[in-house]
């Protein structure tokens, strides 16, 4: 996929609802039909979306830095490529098979001896230094499950908080919040909160200001950005640094967004204290506030 592509994806609604119901299906398909039916099956949800880029050497996944190809050999991951259409893929991908074979990598089930010894509360003074036994995932699934009916009797659901807002796994399905959620309102609730940390105080805000809450919602997009903005300015905004990466799975076009501009000459502002590389890529004028004094200057 790249940034300026006139080539339109022949997409039908007919063609999309065939695909999402194939995808739909493919979890009743594992259960049912041999993984030959399931591959084919695969294959006929994944015709409908033209869009997909297949891989190239190895497995398609992806993280919070980017989609790419992890390749495989012998059942263990040796290094990983990006997808064949990432217009900036980020190099911290290729982190990733050390992650996933570092040898400081929990695998296993692990609760803290004192605690699995004489229950909870057991000598607290440990915690930090004690030692950690392995369990197996019945015995690890028993003694949450424990807690989460001892708590629940004992305190009642309020004496639960589920689960920070955070990163966490790409992907709807590996959500653990969301999946937390799930299961605590089915054992009898839990303490929740409002908001979060990265917009917390727009939240409140922007509904007075805009009309609406605007952080989560579509903003401008970048062809129109592009196209017809004759001044463009980058309040305390480094993209090179922070469009890397992303809440769910950055598909970089925001830095081809920025390589546009660039080469259309567009005039740029860099309001920062720092001259940073978004500001020095696209050639930006530099204004650097003194500290302090940045709310006077946006008054």
């Known amino acids: 996929m790249t940034f300026f592509?006139?080539?339109?994806?022949?997409?039908?609604?007919?063609?999309?609802l065939k695909g999402l119901?194939?995808?739909?299906a493919l979890p009743l398909l594992g259960g049912i039909f041999p993984k030959s039916a399931l591959a084919q099956a695969i294959s006929t949800a994944l015709s409908q979306f033209p869009t997909l880029?297949?891989?190239?050497k190895g497995i398609l996944t992806g993280a919070h830095w980017g989609a790419f190809e992890a390749i495989v050999e012998d059942g263990r991951m040796v290094r990983v490529q990006p997808v064949a259409d990432d217009p900036a893929p980020n190099d911290l991908i290729d982190m990733a098979p050390f992650q996933v074979h570092a040898k400081n990598r929990i695998k296993y089930p692990m609760v803290r001896k004192s605690w699995l010894e004489h229950g909870p509360g057991a000598k607290p003074e440990l915690r930090g230094a004690d030692e950690w036994v392995r369990v197996s995932w019945d015995k690890a699934i028993e003694l949450v499950a424990g807690e989460i009916q001892r708590v629940q009797s004992d305190f009642g659901p309020q004496a639960i908080h589920a689960g920070s807002y955070g990163w966490k796994s790409v992907g709807m399905f590996h959500n653990s919040r969301t999946l937390l959620h799930r299961l605590m309102n089915l054992s009898g609730g839990f303490t929740g909160y409002a908001g979060d940390y990265s917009t917390g105080a727009a939240q409140v805000i922007m509904s007075h200001v805009m009309g609406s809450i605007e952080v989560y919602e579509q903003q401008t997009a970048w062809p129109n950005v592009v196209e017809n903005a004759e001044l463009v300015v980058l309040w305390g905004v480094n993209a090179q640094v922070t469009l890397k990466n992303s809440w769910n799975m950055p598909d970089h076009e925001g830095q081809a967004g920025f390589m546009a501009l660039k080469e259309k000459g567009t005039r740029v502002i860099s309001i920062d204290p720092v001259y940073n590389e978004t500001a020095k890529l696209v050639g930006a004028e530099w204004i650097a506030p003194n500290a302090y004094t940045d709310v006077a200057m946006m008054l």
């Open 21 to 24: 119901g194939a995808c739909a």
């Open 5 to 16: 592509n006139d080539k339109k994806t022949n997409l039908s609604r007919r063609n999309l």
């Open 53 to 56: 880029v297949p891989a190239q």
